[in-house]
């Protein structure tokens, strides 16, 4: 059996308050819930599920004027790829 930690993933999470918005700034708006509470459901499910495979799950709050600023300066369009890319980006940068 290893001792090596379990892998952290960073997981992109909203706040009700900027759900509209950063649903409405995103290009792939399609792939997210129509609803806060429908996004909600479906990240407890997935971070649980990461859970029980023995990742270590990071909420990465992502707040609507940071994560543009983010993506123009990385020149990426707001869509899942660049979630995910900022969720791990700000993951990496916890400390352990």
């Known amino acids: 059996m290893s ?11 909203y706040n009700r ?4 918005r950063i649903r409405a700034m ?12 429908a996004w ?3 990240a407890e499910n997935n971070e649980s599920v990461g859970q029980q495979a023995g ?3 990071e909420r ?3 707040e609507p004027d940071a994560f543009a600023t983010w993506c123009e300066e990385k020149g990426l369009e707001p869509d899942g790829k660049a ?5 791990a980006e700000m993951s990496a940068r916890i400390s352990v």
């Open 17 to 20: 308050e900027d759900y509209p």
């Open 26 to 37: 995103m290009t792939d708006q399609h792939n997210l819930a129509p609803t806060y509470e």
């Open 83 to 87: 979630r995910t890319t900022y969720a």
């Open 55 to 57: 990742l270590r799950i």
């Open 40 to 42: 909600l459901a479906s």
């Open 3 to 13: 001792d090596a930690p379990p892998r952290r993933i960073g997981l992109p999470w």
């Open 60 to 62: 990465i709050l992502i």
